[in-house]
């Protein structure tokens, strides 16, 4: 199972940077939006991976080896809402350049050079 996680990670952190480079302000966003969901990724997995383990610990002395850790499921919980409204400003922000500018191209030129 972490051999799958890490591979899901390294795509979607690969793909998010290619996406990144490209000279398109949706593939930027797009690619900013996969880079976000491999840090949350990474965040769960630093967390320990557990399916079925409660995130509380219960009253009296116990292991804390047989729960999940809660903090990372929130940071990543978190991390999801900001990054929503991110991705929504960005797409309001990509609409503007769009319409004052007549391309989408992140330099502002249209040119292939």
Request: aromatic share 6%; charged share 15%.
């Amino acid at each position: 199972m972490e051999i799958v996680l890490s591979l899901a990670i390294g795509i979607l952190t690969a793909s998010g940077l290619w996406l990144l480079f490209r000279p398109r302000t949706f593939q930027v966003i797009l690619g900013l939006s996969l880079l976000s969901y491999a840090v949350n990724l990474f965040i769960i997995a630093a967390g320990r991976l557990r399916t079925d383990a409660p995130p509380i610990v219960g009253k009296g002395a116990a292991d804390p080896a047989a729960y999940a850790d809660p903090v990372p499921q929130a940071l990543v919980l978190t991390a999801i809402v900001i990054s929503f409204a991110t991705t929504a400003l960005l797409l309001v922000v990509l609409m503007a350049s769009r319409g004052l500018t007549g391309t989408d191209h992140v330099d502002g030129e249209d040119g292939e050079a």
